[in-house]
């Protein structure tokens, strides 16, 4: 066991073959390398949200094959708005996922935010802009408020939240007043979930997507290639984005097929898709590539060696609750966008369906792992099982009992997968 | 070179009543490992506590390269270019190994992370270290091995050009083969003009690796020796308190 390792060992190191090999080292030359080293992380168990795509894939085959009604444009169009609240709300609550947290009002936060505009901005009320700011407002201060117990008091967020939860209904029913409900009025808000946008707005969206996509990996490959680090191989590029080209092509021409019942024909992407790419756009921005998205990962993987790595704890942890909150307000409006109004149940239900879009996408329940991805199609499960049992004719308790079971099964995958990937050692 | 790039002279720190610290004079040599050894409640880790700023001394007087400073926060430490090589390692599983590495101290371009820039520098800081078992620089830390995380735990100190590295019990957990590589990572570290201090109980481990060693008695420094000129016997009996050397080597 003697080392005798004396002599300098130090070189200047840009040009050493040795760092030039490590710095190489696991950068994918190709296609084939690319999904093989996919495969090797999901046998280390990092699935992702490849199970919840393959039980999206067998719920859509068997609805399919059970209904013919299932698989229409109509149909279609029908499960996106029903979706649409649920994964904004899922991409929200997975700020605070990831942090090992949980917010269990962001359903009633949403609630009041909507009690509030719709009460509002009734016809002889405040326009609706200002109706918006406040219900944002509201989310942000709710957000705030529970920031304020969990990251810088301490209490846990599963009691801060819950208080807020039974709380927060009360004061619903103070603005609305028992039993009663507002009707939504304003246009552009009822637009969202109720309209769809020209034929070829649908692709003009599209080609705005794919345009950004090209010109973020553009800007990436030149910004690594300027540090020499090596770049992936450009075809791993080209297979992604050929891959949303055909994907999104299809979607636009799927949904710029007639849906209309008779003499009026009803075409074109449904308003809220835009909506909800951009929201997505934007918070997987903030999480992959700013300080502030890093350190809701390290907290949520290892809160200890985020501290002693000088990263604040209490701040990004309470700003984490208001980006949740905050969101969750705009998962409230597209919700009351597609319901045409608020009553004193808004938002009471929907928020474990929302925690479990999100589980079930794969973003894990003990913090540190999970996109808003992942969260997104979780909540396409969902939405589907309530679709698809919906039209099959079962009632709204068995709709519940097959949600609830999904549920407790992708738990069961997270934990498992953390098992796997030996994930639990640091988190205590 | 023959300035100390810490020096402490005479420092306190008292618990209460319980004094902890009794006066310790220590200094630490660039291009040196110092071995901080001595008996659980020595006072070693109060020692290590007061350098990286997170309890500062009660008395005494801290020079670093010659001139005093005042080490209050660990940012003040982090400043002077003092780091910790924790124990438990501090690294998040779920990031990978160059998210591991710059986590809090980014490389920013535009706003964003400069991936590219962080890569190229973890790999020279790695192979600074002469560091070669890791697959690829983008592999989460949880599928490292215990001498892995060891390696990425110190080459962070490297990425932030640390001037003196603080290492607490590094080899503690690990196995014969990966302790050797983990040993010589230190020497190299060392070799590359860092002034390095290693807790460590296990003696064979600080005669291979370590250039002096100094020894504290119950928050007294005892015995501070040249690792060539002594040998594991005394060193125990400093530990034990049974032999003292009143003169400073």
């Not at chain 1, 973020?216 to 590029?237: E, F, K, T």
């Not at chain 1, 808003?372 to 039209?391: D, P, Q, R, S």
Request: proline content about 3%.
């Amino acid at each position: 066991m003697t080392t005798e390792t004396q002599g300098p060992v130090v070189e200047p190191s840009d040009a050493s073959p040795a760092a030039q090999s490590l710095l190489g080292r696991g950068v994918e030359q190709g296609v084939f390398e690319h999904g093989r080293s996919y495969l090797r992380r999901l046998r280390g168990g990092e699935m992702g949200a490849l199970p919840a795509i393959g039980g999206l894939l067998v719920l859509f085959i068997i609805f399919g094959s059970a209904h013919s009604a299932f698989l229409t444009p109509r149909n279609m169009a029908n499960l996106i708005t029903q979706a649409a609240p649920l994964v904004v709300l899922g991409m929200a609550l997975v700020f605070v996922l990831l942090l090992g947290e949980i917010d269990l009002s962001a359903g009633v936060t949403f609630g009041v935010a909507m009690a509030v505009f719709v009460k509002y901005t009734q016809p002889d009320g405040l326009a609706w802009p200002v109706g918006l700011a406040l219900a944002m407002g509201i989310g942000f201060a709710v957000g705030a408020t529970i920031g304020f117990f969990v990251a810088k008091i301490g209490v846990p967020s599963f009691v801060v939240t819950l208080g807020l939860f039974l709380g927060l209904q009360g004061v619903i029913l103070m603005v609305i007043g028992a039993g009663g409900t507002y009707r939504l009025i304003p246009e552009p808000i009822k637009a969202i979930q109720n309209s769809n946008m020209p034929v070829w707005a649908g692709w003009a969206m599209l080609a705005a997507l794919v345009g950004l996509l090209v010109l973020v990996a553009m800007w990436d490959r030149w910004r690594r290639a300027r540090s020499g680090a090596p770049n992936p191989a450009l075809s791993i590029v080209l297979l992604k984005l050929g891959t949303i080209v055909v994907l999104g092509a299809a979607f636009v021409t799927f949904m710029n097929l007639d849906r209309g019942r008779a003499a009026q024909a009803i075409m074109g992407v449904p308003i809220v898709v835009p909506v909800v790419l951009l929201i997505g756009l934007i918070g997987t921005f903030v999480l992959d590539r700013t300080r502030f998205g890093r350190y809701i990962y390290a907290i949520g993987g290892n809160r200890e060696a985020a501290r002693r790595s000088g990263v604040n704890v209490t701040a990004v942890k309470w700003s984490a609750f208001v980006v949740c909150s905050s969101l969750a307000v705009l998962a409230g409006v597209l919700y009351v966008s597609r319901v045409g109004s608020a009553d004193a149940s808004t938002g009471r239900e929907i928020v474990l369906s929302g925690v479990a879009a999100a589980v079930v996408g794969g973003v894990s329940l003990f913090g540190g792992r999970g996109r808003l991805m992942h969260a997104a199609v979780g909540a396409f499960v969902i939405a589907t099982i309530e679709n698809g049992l919906g039209l099959l004719g079962f009632s709204a308790g068995a709709t519940l009992a097959v949600s609830g079971g999904v549920l407790i099964l992708a738990a069961t995958v997270d934990a498992l997968a953390r098992r796997r990937s030996g994930g639990g050692s640091t988190n205590s | 070179m023959n300035q100390p790039i810490i020096e402490l002279k005479q420092v306190t720190k008292s618990f209460g009543p319980v004094d902890v610290l009794k006066g310790i004079d220590f200094e630490a040599r660039a291009g040196r490992v110092t071995a901080l050894v001595g008996d659980n409640g020595a006072g070693k880790s109060t020692l290590i506590k007061g350098l990286a700023g997170v309890q500062p001394y009660d008395g005494g007087e801290v020079l670093f390269d010659g001139s005093p400073v005042h080490l209050h926060h660990p940012r003040e430490s982090a400043r002077h270019g003092i780091e910790v090589v924790y124990q438990d390692l501090a690294l998040c599983d779920n990031l990978d190994i160059v998210q591991n590495m710059f986590l809090g101290r980014e490389e920013m371009a535009g706003g964003t992370f400069d991936e590219g820039r962080m890569e190229v520098e973890a790999a020279a800081a790695l192979q600074a270290l002469s560091v070669k078992t890791m697959t690829s620089l983008r592999q989460k830390v949880a599928s490292l091995s215990g001498g892995q995380r060891q390696t990425v735990a110190i080459a962070r100190s490297v990425v932030k050009q640390a001037k003196v590295v603080i290492l607490d019990e590094p080899t503690a957990a690990l196995g014969v083969a990966q302790t050797a590589q983990v040993l010589s990572l230190v020497r190299r570290l060392a070799d590359s003009g860092v002034a390095v201090i290693i807790i460590s109980h296990n003696l064979q481990d600080v005669f291979e690796v370590a250039d002096d060693i100094a020894v504290l008695y119950l928050g007294t420094m005892t015995a501070r020796l040249t690792a060539r000129e002594t040998n594991p016997d005394e060193v125990v009996g400093y530990i034990t308190g049974t032999k003292t050397q009143e003169a400073a080597a």
